[in-house]
């Protein structure tokens, strides 16, 4: 009888992680009949292991009765952690990457620094193949510009205050400088990088934001400067749509709640830090 038990335990938690990864390979939210397909087991059965999974927090159950995936073992409830980024936004940046034919990567702000949590290459003979074991300062990157730019005001002005950048301890025009170009990338959804830590290299990218308006990381495509000033335009509306899709995604899991498009600053430049403490920050849409 107890081998029975035993047995009758380890068919059920392999049901269980056969249903979470196949969970995880879906971006929308699915309905039981789904779910038995997928598993090829008795409706009867599926709902059990979905309730199970919902009464744990992995799984949510929709208003129209379908289950979406909110978070897979060792990920934390709260919405911010990169785990959950990295799943979300790697089928995106992969598109991107088939598309514009540059690097794609996924930033994150850890204290004064910028990570990057991944990156994916294009099929080119010239690629700009970052070392991602690196990390660094957050205003030399575009990935580190357009998560600052989502910070609230006191982070912001407390980051110009305290960055250990010997630049911007030269003088306040490269403080207004950057609190300026940090405005414009808040206006516009996407920063650009025109002067990459590394000769020859530029980037965009757009933070990912939850619930609160708040960045929990950042996509971001980066090559060679003359390609990526040749296709801009057409690399920022890319980025700043994928970040969107990704903060969306995450939404649907749970992550947060999007809302509406903030009020364009008209002249950045002239801001103050008061003046910056009126414009709040929200994702944008595309």
Same mark, same amino acid.
């Given at each position: 009888?107890a081998a029975d038990d035993h047995?009758a335990? /380890?068919?059920? =938690?392999a049901?269980v992680l056969k249903?979470?990864?196949?969970l995880?390979?879906?971006?929308?939210q +699915?309905?039981?009949?789904d779910a038995?397909?997928a598993?090829?087991?008795?409706?009867?059965s599926?709902r059990?292991l979905l309730?199970?999974?919902?009464e744990?927090g992995? +799984?949510?159950?929709e208003g129209?009765g379908?289950?979406l995936?909110?978070?897979?073992?060792?990920?934390?409830?709260?919405?911010a952690v990169?785990?959950?980024?990295?799943?979300n936004a790697?089928?995106?940046?992969?598109?991107? +990457?088939?598309?514009?034919?540059?690097?794609?990567?996924?930033?994150v702000?850890?204290?004064?620094r910028?990570?990057?949590l991944?990156?994916?290459l294009?099929?080119?003979e010239v690629?700009?193949?970052?070392?991602?074991t +690196?990390?660094?300062?957050p205003?030399q990157? =575009?990935?580190?510009l357009?998560?600052?730019s989502?910070?609230?005001?006191?982070?912001?002005e407390h980051?110009?205050?305290?960055s250990?950048?010997p630049?911007?301890r030269?003088?306040?025009?490269?403080?207004?400088?950057?609190?300026?170009?940090l405005?414009?990338?808040r206006?516009?959804? /996407?920063?650009?990088?025109m002067?990459?830590?590394?000769?020859g290299?530029?980037?965009?990218a757009?933070?990912?934001l939850?619930? =609160?308006?708040?960045?929990i990381g950042?996509?971001n495509?980066s090559?060679?400067?003359e390609?990526v000033?040749?296709?801009?335009?057409?690399?920022?509306?890319?980025?700043?749509? =994928?970040?969107?899709? /990704?903060?969306d995604s995450m939404?649907?899991m749970g992550h947060?709640?999007?809302r509406a498009?903030?009020?364009?600053?008209?002249?950045?430049?002239s801001?103050?830090a008061?003046q910056?403490?009126?414009i709040?920050?929200?994702p944008r849409?595309?």
């Amino acid at each position: 009888m107890a081998a029975d038990d035993h047995s009758a335990s /380890v068919r059920s =938690a392999a049901r269980v992680l056969k249903l979470l990864e196949w969970l995880a390979t879906q971006t929308e939210q +699915v309905s039981l009949a789904d779910a038995s397909a997928a598993l090829d087991l008795p409706k009867s059965s599926v709902r059990l292991l979905l309730t199970t999974l919902v009464e744990e927090g992995y +799984v949510t159950r929709e208003g129209d009765g379908g289950y979406l995936l909110r978070r897979l073992p060792g990920e934390r409830q709260d919405g911010a952690v990169w785990p959950s980024l990295v799943r979300n936004a790697s089928p995106v940046i992969w598109e991107l +990457v088939g598309t514009l034919r540059e690097s794609g990567f996924i930033g994150v702000l850890v204290g004064s620094r910028v990570r990057y949590l991944t990156k994916i290459l294009p099929d080119r003979e010239v690629v700009y193949n970052r070392n991602i074991t +690196v990390e660094r300062i957050p205003h030399q990157t =575009a990935s580190g510009l357009a998560i600052l730019s989502a910070l609230s005001v006191e982070e912001i002005e407390h980051y110009l205050s305290t960055s250990d950048d010997p630049e911007l301890r030269k003088g306040k025009a490269a403080v207004n400088l950057l609190r300026a170009t940090l405005v414009s990338a808040r206006n516009r959804g /996407v920063a650009s990088n025109m002067r990459g830590v590394f000769d020859g290299a530029a980037g965009a990218a757009a933070p990912v934001l939850n619930k =609160a308006g708040r960045p929990i990381g950042a996509i971001n495509i980066s090559g060679p400067l003359e390609r990526v000033k040749e296709n801009l335009p057409a690399i920022e509306r890319a980025v700043a749509e =994928a970040a969107q899709r /990704v903060t969306d995604s995450m939404v649907r899991m749970g992550h947060g709640d999007a809302r509406a498009e903030p009020p364009p600053v008209e002249d950045p430049a002239s801001l103050s830090a008061t003046q910056l403490a009126a414009i709040p920050t929200y994702p944008r849409s595309t």
